[in-house]
């Protein structure tokens, strides 16, 4: 029996974070400069149903059954065997190792769970299809973000641009102009379940308040999609400057967010907002792409620990 690979890419969101878990649209894109791998290696010599894990970014080394159930990395494999009605797997290794920065907005649990589900159903000869990869990956996402809106899972496992609306058909579209973005990471980790937590709390408070930013932030995703449609991409950019003020409003933004979006338009990047669940973790950048690389330094002295400048495609 062969070795069988999967691979995902990171994942970062354009327009529409937050505003999505409540039903507006948003719009992300696969970065395919960083991905999630794993590798489910046999072991014939093995006793069947035993299965280990290795993930050295994580330091974990461990059979299966001596991990938590609710380990991400265990609920995917068990929601791989519930799916294709399977007691007991053949022996195997599964080593799953990732360069996407953790908790910092660039889908890497989406990536790694994407990753498994297609080696281990390979490997039991049963690869699944995108939909139930993306189905399964979200049952998962449930484990990270707490009430997810499925758009990671989804960006991942079809890497391609999507335009996103909860609980609707995926839509991908077209990018006639490729595009440059700058990722600045603040290095400042931050729990996106806690962020979205918090944004449920105050919609409870102010209800009518929150609802009127949410419609904001979703009316600049349906002009962006339209931007990207019909290559005003400069015009783009006046649309992230709006849409990272929204979510400042909406509490979601830091002093770091902050300072390195003020740094990447202060270098002449057409717009930049914070990406995903805010508090920390990246933030974009649209520039034009002869300047990507001057954005990408004024954000490092600004204080961003990493930059990745990315083509959207
Ligand atoms: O980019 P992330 O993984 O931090 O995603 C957060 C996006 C939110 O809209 C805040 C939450 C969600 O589930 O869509």
């Given at each position: 029996?062969?070795?069988?690979?999967?691979?995902?890419?990171?994942?970062?969101?354009?327009?529409?974070?937050?505003?999505?878990?409540?039903?507006?649209?948003?719009?992300?894109?696969?970065?395919?400069q960083v991905r999630a791998r794993v590798v489910v290696d046999p072991q014939p010599r093995g006793q069947p149903g035993t299965l280990r894990i290795i993930a050295k970014d994580i330091q974990l080394d461990a059979w299966l059954d001596e991990l938590p159930t609710d380990q991400p990395l265990v609920v995917a494999v068990q929601l791989v065997l519930s799916e294709l009605k399977i007691e007991r797997c053949p022996a195997c290794t599964i080593r799953v190792s990732s360069s996407i920065p953790v908790a910092s907005g660039l889908g890497s649990g989406a990536a790694v769970s994407v990753a498994l589900l297609r080696a281990f159903s390979a490997f039991l000869g049963r690869p699944l299809s995108d939909e139930r990869v993306s189905a399964l990956a979200y049952e998962v996402e449930i484990i990270h973000h707490g009430t997810p809106s499925g758009i990671d899972n989804t960006v991942v496992t079809y890497a391609a641009p999507v335009y996103y609306v909860k609980g609707q058909p995926i839509q991908r579209f077209l990018v006639p102009l490729p595009f440059s973005i700058v990722i600045g990471d603040t290095g400042i980790s931050s729990s996106t379940s806690q962020s979205v937590g918090d944004v449920r709390l105050a919609l409870q408070a102010e209800p009518d308040r929150y609802q009127a930013y949410f419609s904001s932030i979703g009316e600049i995703v349906e002009q962006a999609r339209r931007c990207i449609e019909t290559q005003s991409i400069q015009r783009m950019g006046q649309l992230m400057r709006e849409n990272h003020a929204l979510l400042q409003k909406i509490g979601v933004s830091c002093e770091a967010l902050d300072r390195l979006v003020f740094a990447a338009e202060g270098a002449g990047a057409w717009g930049a907002k914070l990406s995903g669940g805010g508090r920390g973790g990246n933030m974009i950048a649209l520039v034009d792409e002869v300047q990507a690389a001057s954005v990408a330094q004024a954000l490092r002295v600004a204080g961003a620990v990493s930059t990745i400048m990315t083509r959207v495609r």
């Open positions: 029996m062969p070795a069988f690979t999967a691979t995902a890419p990171g994942k970062i969101i354009l327009f529409g974070e937050h505003a999505v878990v409540y039903g507006q649209p948003a719009i992300a894109v696969p970065v395919e």
